[in-house]
Structure formats: C-alpha cells, structure tokens
C-alpha cells in the first residue's frame, strides 16, 4: 500500500512569488491535515479537508489556503511569498476525522529567498 | 485548549542505555495520545498510540510508553538505545472524538553516543 506522496520535494521560491504544494493520501483515506514546521515554532497545524471541504483551520493568515479534490488529493497553496514561510510543510492523512492514526508525508522544504 | 509539554529539547544517551522521553498534556477529557519519530529530512512516523484499555502500549522498535492519568503523562521508553534510534521524538494528543487536530508538543531530540 503506497504511503503519503507529497510533491515536490524541495522547492526555492523568491519573496513576493506564490507556491503550490501537492499531497496524494493513501488510497482509501478521506481526512487530509497540513503542518507547518519551523525550527522555531514546531509543528503547527494549517488545516484539514475531509470530503471536498474544510473542517478545522490553524492560525495562519489568508495567504495560505488549500483545497481537495474528489479522489481525496490535496494541495496547498501559499501566495505572496515571505522569508518566514520558509518550512518543512507536512502532509498527512487519515481514514477520517477521528484522531485514531495519521500518517504523514515525508514532506516538502520549502526555502523562501 | 489541548497542550502538550515536552520538558527535554534534547537528550543524550549511550548506545545500550535505557531511555525515557517525557511527556505531559492539558486535556478536558480522556485524550487520544501518539508518539512519533522524526529523522532528518523526513516526515513523522508513528511509534505507537494509546487510545482506551491498558496504559501501558508496546510500539514498533521496541518502545513502549504508560499512560499515567494521575500525572497527566505519557512518558515514552525503550529498555537499550540504538545509534539508530537517534532523531527527533514527538508526542501528540488528540481528542477522543476526533473532529479537532492533533496538538503536537515542540519535540525531544535524542542523540546516541558510542
């Protein structure tokens, strides 16, 4: 059974650009949660689609937002770029919303220059 | 509002000596608690979970970890540290009825020295 595929893997954008980050969840998992993860804050939490829509969303400013699709893949996307979006962005999915297991990508470093 | 305390930012130990990586929560109600592990570069995988039933879990790798409601814990083990077991260690609380994300403490970081 495929794990959690996040793509890409690295990315280095320029302040000011926007970036897309992709998720694919394994198959049969409906629940997709984003982390962000900074040296300084730790692993802080984005939001969560389930079915299409989106349940929970962290403390994040507008400029971060994402979106699912019908087969449950999941991308985020971050416009106009700053030096502190700089982070490791962590996928993860779940059979639903019940907090029983996550399973997390591997994650996609994201270098704000 | 859930919380988790990770009292060690980082901890040092020999190959072949026992380990316990603290944790502590703030929860309203019996939590869902995780444990996971980090290497560099990578994402988190899980250890093991304690979610109802007896406190103390077995994980993969040959940790464990007791859930102590009492003292609002869930201390992770493992009896004799590998080099390999060097990485970054996380717990996490969720709530029983799902529906909220996971809280995640700010991680442990275990180093294994010869």
């Known amino acids: 059974k495929a794990g959690v595929t996040q793509t890409p893997r690295y990315l280095i954008k320029t302040r000011g650009q926007q970036v897309t980050l992709s998720c694919s969840p394994i198959?049969?998992?409906?629940?997709v949660s984003w982390y962000q993860q900074t040296p300084g804050q730790g692993l802080q939490f984005l939001f969560e689609?389930?079915?299409?829509?989106?349940?929970n969303k962290g403390n994040f400013p507008g400029r971060f937002s994402g979106r699912q699709f019908s087969n449950s893949r999941s991308e985020m996307n971050v416009s106009t770029l700053e030096l502190g979006d700089s982070a490791l962005y962590l996928c993860?999915?779940?059979?639903?919303?019940?907090?029983?297991?996550?399973?997390f990508g591997q994650g996609t470093r994201l270098t704000v220059v | 509002a859930q919380s988790v305390t990770q009292p060690d930012i980082h901890i040092t130990v020999s190959e072949g000596a026992s380990l316990e990586l603290r944790c502590n929560y703030s929860?309203?109600?019996?939590?869902?608690l995780f444990w996971y592990v980090q290497s560099p570069g990578q994402g988190l995988q899980l250890l093991l979970k304690?979610?109802?039933?007896?406190?103390l879990v077995q994980g993969i790798k040959g940790f464990e970890a007791e859930f102590k409601r009492s003292q609002s814990s869930f201390n992770l083990r493992k009896p004799s540290v590998h080099w390999s077991d060097a990485a970054e260690y996380f717990c996490?609380?969720?709530?029983?009825?799902?529906?909220?994300?996971?809280?995640f403490g700010k991680g442990t970081r275990l180093s294994v020295i010869a």
């Open positions: 993860a999915s779940s059979l639903d919303r019940r907090n029983t297991e996550a399973f």
């Open positions: 198959s049969g998992h409906r629940s």
């Open positions: 689609y389930f079915s299409e829509t989106q349940r």
């Open positions: 929860y309203g109600a019996t939590p869902y």
């Open positions: 304690y979610f109802s039933g007896d406190t």
């Open positions: 996490a609380v969720g709530r029983n009825s799902g529906n909220t994300p996971l809280v």
